[in-house]
């Protein structure tokens, strides 16, 4: 059940030469970009106003814990019931996945702000909206692109569940039928596609976090 490198390989040029694979490609890649987006949108809103008000903090953030610990796939059949076995439940599956990361991250980072830096602003007569956008903002903003990397791999672990909820393309569904038609060289060769596909997606975040981040004085800078 071991497939041989040559025979990976061969399924790979197989793919690609027939032009299979760039359908299901791009069929996956919009489901994890849609709710990647949609799961970091409402992770930002949220991860802010529970960050800086500890009234909605002390409202909001135990259920979002509760939440978080529920298994992914206990997700699918309300998904299912709720939204049908089309796109929409797949989209949402994946943004619930991503939002947790982004959400946790910020808000950490914002109640990890250097209370120093904040009297300063007071000092200086910095006012709420001023003092949010001069020290809060930047302060947390490490720690939003880091719930960023990690909520863009999520979407990516959490697409094989989200294409068992009726899917007839993507990768997932791909992989899956590899595995039911017992061909493991194709279900090899998807994990080859989900490892590149992942390792991109971060070098992006990463290097977009370098280059806004660019002012911090790290070790990594060294």
């Known amino acids: 059940l071991m497939p ?12 690609f030469s027939t032009g299979e694979i760039y359908t299901h490609f791009q069929i996956s890649l919009f489901r994890v970009l849609s709710g990647f987006a949609i799961g970091v949108s409402v992770a930002i809103l949220l991860g802010a106003l529970t960050g800086f008000s500890a009234f909605w903090r002390a ?11 529920i298994p992914g796939l206990a997700w699918i059949p309300m998904f299912i019931l709720w939204l049908g076995i089309d ?5 949402i599956l994946i943004a619930k996945a991503a939002f947790f990361p982004t959400y946790l991250n910020f808000m950490s980072g914002i109640l990890r ?4 830096l904040i009297e300063v602003g007071q ?31 999520v979407a990516w672990l ?7 909820m009726g899917a007839s393309s993507g990768l997932g569904y791909l ?7 017992g061909r493991p060289q194709i279900v090899m060769a ?29 070790i990594s800078k060294d």
């Not at 041989?4 to 793919?15: F, G, I, K, R």
């Not at 930047?138 to 960023?148: D, H, K, Q, T």
Request: net charge positive; charged share 20%; with cysteine.
């Open 59 to 69: 409202i909001i953030d135990p259920t979002m814990h509760a939440l978080r610990t």
């Open 113 to 116: 702000a250097d209370k120093k």
């Open 87 to 91: 796109e929409s439940s797949k989209v």
């Open 4 to 15: 041989t490198p040559s025979q990976v390989l061969a399924e790979l040029a197989s793919l």
């Open 175 to 181: 992989l899956l039928n590899g595995e039911m038609i």
């Open 123 to 153: 000092v200086y007569r910095l006012q709420n909206t001023m003092l949010i956008r001069k020290i809060l903002f930047p302060c947390s903003l490490p720690y939003l692109f880091v719930g960023l990397r990690q909520s863009m791999g």
């Open 190 to 218: 998807c994990m080859i596609i989900f490892a590149v596909s992942g390792k991109t997606t971060d070098f992006l975040i990463n290097t977009l976090s370098n280059r806004i981040l660019r002012w911090q004085d790290t």
């Open 158 to 164: 959490v697409l094989v569940a989200a294409e068992m």
